[in-house]
């Protein structure tokens, strides 16, 4: 999961809303401000999404999930655990303890 204040501009995210678990795939478009016009203020910021021509409102306490991280962390778990297999079946051929790297 990605803070909200950390969100980059044109770079696309999933979002999970906080109170209806609806999940979205979204580009980044910019933050905005409520009547107060404080961006400190979390209550009182929202960020634009984008999709084709459509924008979209989400806010503070919803959650942003970056798709490229979650691509690398799948690949270098999968890459893992074909290594893991690859040392029990070595373990197993050998009979002793043997690592491969």
């Given at each position: ?56 409102a989400f806010y503070a ?41």
């Amino acid at each position: 999961m990605i803070s909200f204040r950390k969100l980059q501009v044109g770079k696309e995210y999933y979002i999970k809303k906080h109170d209806t678990d609806r999940k979205f795939k979204f580009v980044f478009d910019e933050y905005r401000t409520g009547e107060y016009n404080d961006l400190l203020k979390d209550e009182d910021l929202f960020m634009i999404f984008r999709r084709d021509t459509h924008r979209y409102a989400f806010y503070a306490n919803d959650y942003y999930y970056d798709p490229e991280k979650i691509k690398r962390n799948a690949q270098r778990a999968i890459e893992q655990m074909e290594h893991r297999s690859m040392n029990m079946v070595l373990k197993r051929l050998v009979n002793e303890e043997f690592e491969w790297s």
